[in-house]
């Protein structure tokens, strides 16, 4: 009988052991994930940083050089308005128009 109690109580005993067990992984799991998903989200908002930082840049640039192509500025409002919900494609577009010869006007150049 005492055996037979004494199994009882191991099993307990190892019952209560793999539920700790569990909790214990199940929150460490959890935390690493938490940790992950930090880790992730910064190295995400970094790479979006620098390529927003890289766009502004090459906006300025094409301001800069239309400013300095058509005196006097300022530049019209439009042009602004363009330039600031241009694309990548738009900044390469219109910076390759700026460049080629006979473009003579504002409006070839942002031609859609």
Do not use: C, K, N, Y
């Not at 019952?15 to 994930?33: D, L, T, Y």
């Not at 090459?58 to 042009?79: A, I, K, N």
């Not at 494609?89 to 390759?96: T, V």
């Amino acid at each position: 009988m005492a055996e037979l109690e004494g199994q009882t109580i191991w099993q307990r005993v190892e019952e209560r052991a793999r539920a700790e067990g569990i909790e214990q992984g199940r929150a460490e799991g959890v935390e690493r994930g938490r940790t992950e998903g930090i880790e992730l989200g910064r190295a995400e908002g970094i790479e979006l940083g620098r390529i927003a930082g890289i766009q502004q840049g090459q906006v300025l640039l094409l301001r800069t050089l239309l400013e300095q192509r058509f005196v006097p500025p300022p530049l019209p409002g439009w042009v602004h308005e363009r330039l600031e919900v241009a694309t990548e494609q738009d900044i390469l577009r219109w910076s390759g128009r700026l460049m080629a010869d006979g473009t003579v006007t504002l409006e070839q150049i942002f031609l859609s």
